[in-house]
């Protein structure tokens, strides 16, 4: 369950600044990958219609419905249940293709890349 916590964060830490459709169409129809130094994954889509999904390298999955609160994107209603109702974070900018390093709410660091397309 704090990896899925994780996932939701990093998600979210992944996205750009500026105003809500710029911000997104960089996310929509594309991958963002976070990389665990353990070798563990965890692959994020954003669609228009406000749906979030991810996926772990163990196979689970997480879904949510995503929105953005000033300079902030937050995740709500997830599933499975999480410990928070909703998560908020501050974006980040990135374009396809651009790696960064984050933190999860563990404070773990981890690789994201924004891919082209949505790759299973």
């Known amino acids: 369950m704090l990896r899925t916590l994780g996932v939701a ?8 600044a500026g105003s809500v459709r710029a911000d997104m169409n960089s996310a929509f129809g594309n991958t963002v990958v976070s990389r665990y130094p353990d070798g563990g994954w965890v692959k994020h889509w954003f669609n228009p219609d406000g749906t ?9 999955r997480l879904a949510a419905r995503w929105s953005v609160n000033g300079e902030r994107i937050c995740l709500t209603h997830m599933r499975p ?17 651009e790696t960064w390093q984050s933190r999860d709410p563990m404070g773990r660091r981890v690789q994201n890349v924004l891919v082209e ?3 299973p």
């Open 9 to 16: 964060t990093l998600a979210v830490a992944c996205l750009m």
């Open 81 to 97: 249940y999480m410990l928070v109702p909703r998560f908020c974070t501050t974006m980040v900018e990135a374009s396809v293709g």
């Open 52 to 60: 979030y999904s991810a996926q772990f390298s163990d196979g689970r």
């Open 117 to 119: 397309g949505r790759t």
